[in-house]
């Protein structure tokens, strides 16, 4: 999770890598915790280690933590999986989904998205001032709509007969029907399926459903509120990629803080390891994880720095306060161990927010923010777009690893993933705690409702498996724009590197000193530089950038 908070701020590098326990009571957040997610007196306030599922032994309460050096022993039988799998299922149909950050939707014409395997149609409809969100199919001749546009009148038109469609989903208008007779528009044969939307934390969110009988889901069920996002006096700085491997891969990947040291060594700073304790030029170490409570709702998970929560089926979610790094008992012998920490800084907090959107089998998107309520400034000083360079170089640090490994896993079954995977120590306990969460409650995995083969998509070229352009630049408001900027600066240096070159040439030269001479040939060297430097830092921001851990 920490991966990457590293680029959204970098005055605030921090680690949740460390093997100490914290003394210090942690100020509460001043978030809510999800409602399904708290403890009730009626929980047990222990459970033994083999209870229900064997193979998770990774997952454990805040009351019963592994003791040191216990093995996760994924050998078990097959029996005990199928056990877990027995509990109660989570639909995966009965829930609010995130289409987009609105900051990055124009409402001049129409957005097409697909989500759980769904193609929708995103468009704002003046009419009714209101973000819509359409099943992506002209139910003339099937063509998408998200390849119209919006006519004079306010309509989503399809471009392909130029039917056209109202707020509700209704046909107001086919160009070939008789002008005079029955109005065949008005046939529900000639309706588009709406789907209910809302916004809310700046995002715009769907129900997978568009039954008329959830036209009124919103007054029932609303997403997952963070106030944070809301908050004016913290940052709502927001990221959108869309990934070459699965839902499943992703959430565990974010889960994961074990691998920050190896797979992003390089490009953001962790917690300087102890020379007692490092074994190894990237300073891993044992990590200190416990799962609170684990059910359908999710899962709350303690880590040394605060909470995380996982809130099913996209969010999840944690907060910290830097400057609060607590220290390694292994730093000095002489430590005094009863010494208490330093408290923590109440006014100074971040948070990591990830919404993992399952798209189709090997794809996903992600949504990532960072709000805090420090360096606010910093966010309307420096555009979107540079935060967005770190940000984007962290997720390809690993994308090959996990587009492979999500193939290997397919191989042997996402059921075996516990016969296959060795997970020996507690820096796994999250992932551990969502397999076992998909195993349980989730099918072992997205329902996809019978719209796939259930094959992956064969691996692209690396360059279509590392493309920027497709995958973030075009649905970014602020990277397209600043493609667009940059490329036009690029032209603009070329031409006034070859224009001052002609205008030399031309030029007598018994007319021209010697220093201007100088000054109107470096002028245009430095033009004619500048624009090839200006098109390789295009290229590998916003179109492609390739990732060697090799030379790292």
């Not at 942690?26 to 064997?54: G, V």
């Not at 093995?71 to 078990?76: K, R, W, Y």
């Not at 995995?445 to 075009?474: C, I, M, N």
Request: proline share 8%; with cysteine.
């Amino acid at each position: 999770m920490e991966a990457l908070k590293a680029s959204s701020f970098p005055s605030f590098h921090r680690s949740v890598i460390s093997t100490r326990n914290p003394r210090t009571k942690f100020e509460n957040p001043i978030f809510n915790i999800p409602p399904t997610l708290q403890k009730t007196s009626s929980s047990p306030r222990t459970r033994s280690r083999r209870a229900d599922f064997k193979v998770f032994t990774a997952v454990s309460t805040a009351q019963d933590v592994l003791s040191a050096g216990e093995v996760l022993d994924f050998s078990t039988p097959e029996q005990d999986v199928e056990t877990e799998m027995k509990g109660e299922k989570f639909d995966w149909y009965a829930h609010w989904y995130p289409l987009m950050p609105i900051c990055d939707l124009d409402k001049r014409r129409p957005h097409g998205k697909k989500v759980i395997g769904i193609d929708v149609v995103i468009w704002w409809d003046r009419n009714e001032n209101a973000w819509k969100v359409f099943d992506d199919t002209c139910p003339h001749r099937l063509a998408p709509l998200s390849e119209g546009r919006i006519d004079q009148w306010g309509r989503l038109q399809c471009v392909y007969h130029g039917w056209c469609f109202g707020g509700s989903g209704d046909c107001k208008f086919i160009p070939q029907a008789p002008r005079e007779g029955h109005p065949i528009h008005t046939s529900k044969k000639a309706c588009v399926a709406a789907y209910p939307s809302c916004v809310q934390n700046g995002i715009l969110w769907f129900w997978p459903n568009s039954d008329p009988q959830y036209e009124d889901i919103l007054s029932e069920k609303k997403p997952h509120y963070i106030p944070e996002l809301d908050d004016p006096s913290f940052t709502n700085t927001m990221i959108t990629r869309d990934i070459p491997y699965g839902y499943e891969i992703l959430i565990e990947n974010l889960m994961d803080p074990a691998h920050v040291p190896y797979a992003h060594y390089g490009i953001m700073r962790t917690t300087k390891t102890p020379a007692s304790v490092k074994a190894d030029r990237e300073g891993g170490r044992p990590l200190e994880i416990s799962i609170e409570k684990l059910d359908e709702n999710g899962f709350i998970s303690n880590q040394i720095f605060g909470k995380n929560f996982f809130v099913p089926p996209c969010l999840y979610y944690g907060y910290f306060s830097p400057g609060a790094s607590p220290k390694n008992p292994s730093t000095s012998s002489t430590e005094n161990k009863d010494e208490p920490l330093l408290p923590v800084p109440p006014q100074r907090k971040a948070f990591l927010i990830f919404y993992c959107i399952p798209v189709c089998p090997g794809n996903s998107r992600l949504i990532f923010a960072s709000p805090r309520n420090f360096g606010v400034w910093i966010d309307k000083v420096v555009p979107r777009w540079i935060f967005h360079i770190g940000q984007n170089l962290i997720l390809d640090s690993d994308l090959y690893l996990l587009h492979v490994e999500e193939r290997k896993i397919m191989d042997v079954g996402s059921t075996n993933w516990h016969k296959s995977c060795y997970v020996p120590t507690k820096s796994d306990a999250l992932v551990v705690s969502f397999r076992r969460w998909l195993n349980k409650y989730g099918g072992t995995q997205v329902d996809w409702r019978a719209k796939y083969t259930g094959l992956l998509p064969p691996t692209p070229p690396r360059e279509q498996l590392f493309d920027r352009y497709w995958s973030h630049t075009v649905i970014c408001s602020s990277c397209s724009h600043a493609h667009k900027s940059l490329n036009a600066l690029e032209i603009a240096l070329q031409i006034i590197s070859f224009a001052t070159i002609a205008i030399f040439a031309m030029t007598k030269q018994n007319m021209v000193s010697v220093a201007a001479r100088n000054t109107v040939v470096s002028t245009a060297v430095l033009c004619f530089l500048g624009s090839k430097w200006l098109s390789h830092f295009i290229y590998k921001t916003f179109r492609y950038h390739d990732y060697d851990h090799a030379f790292r």
